[in-house]
């Protein structure tokens, strides 16, 4: 079974520019997760995903931040504009459809450097 | 708001020794408990626990689950370098709708 997909892998940016990561959920997987993770933190949660509806999105710094999941599959996450404290690991996350009991999966994340 | 907290944040041993680690939560509707290896960037799953499952065993790996405390415990026996990662805790509640993460244990195995 193929995994989480995420790209770029890596991604270093002048603050105030632009960035999108993308990502392709497990092939089944309705639920799609966005996390954040600054260094030294746990993952925290930017927003969630029950196919192509946001189910939260309460932690999503909506000024600068947006994500959509058009046709319920993939996924992207931009970035307009950038500040340095938006250096993080951007994971992307998946799991079937939500009884409670189901763990995510986890792709490998993009580094995201704001210089 | 859902919380998660994990102690140590940060634990440095040698090969060969037993390792616990701790979990301690509040979450409105509490469904499950995950724990997690991070070693680069993915994390990796090791454990679900909930109330029809609190204990959970693989290999040098068991946890479990005290609901009356609102805690778990990760025990790691026998610790190889290979181990060295961090160990995220996480809960899911209001329904399962997503998963709250704890700030993570740095486990450090020296040979």
């Known amino acids: 079974e193929a995994g989480v997909a995420q790209s770029p892998r890596y991604k270093i940016i002048e603050k105030r520019q632009s960035v999108a990561f993308w990502c392709n959920p497990i092939?089944?997987?309705?639920?799609l997760y966005w996390y954040q993770q600054i260094l030294g933190q746990g993952p925290k949660l930017l927003i969630q995903f029950q196919n192509n509806g946001v189910v939260d999105d309460s932690q999503l710094p909506k000024d600068r931040f947006s994500a959509e999941r058009l046709k319920g599959v993939d996924s992207t996450l931009k970035i307009q504009p950038a500040k340095l404290e938006d250096s993080a690991v951007y994971l992307c996350a998946s799991s079937e459809p939500d009884r409670g009991t189901t763990e995510a999966f986890f792709g490998q994340g993009t580094r995201l450097t704001v210089v | 708001e859902d919380k998660v907290v994990q102690s140590p944040l940060s634990l440095v041993v040698h090969e060969g020794d037993t390792v616990t680690l701790n979990c301690s939560y509040e979450v409105t509707n509490f469904r499950s408990l995950l724990w997690y290896k991070q070693e680069k960037k993915a994390p990796t799953f090791l454990f679900m626990l909930t109330s029809s499952g609190i204990e959970k065993k693989s290999g040098r790996l068991s946890s479990i689950l005290d609901k009356k405390e609102l805690s778990s415990i990760l025990n790691i026996t026998a610790t190889q370098t290979g181990d060295s990662a961090i160990y995220l805790c996480a809960v899911s509640g209001n329904y399962g709708q997503n998963f709250v993460f704890g700030p993570g244990t740095r486990l450090s195995v020296l040979p």
């Open positions: 092939s089944g997987h309705a639920t």
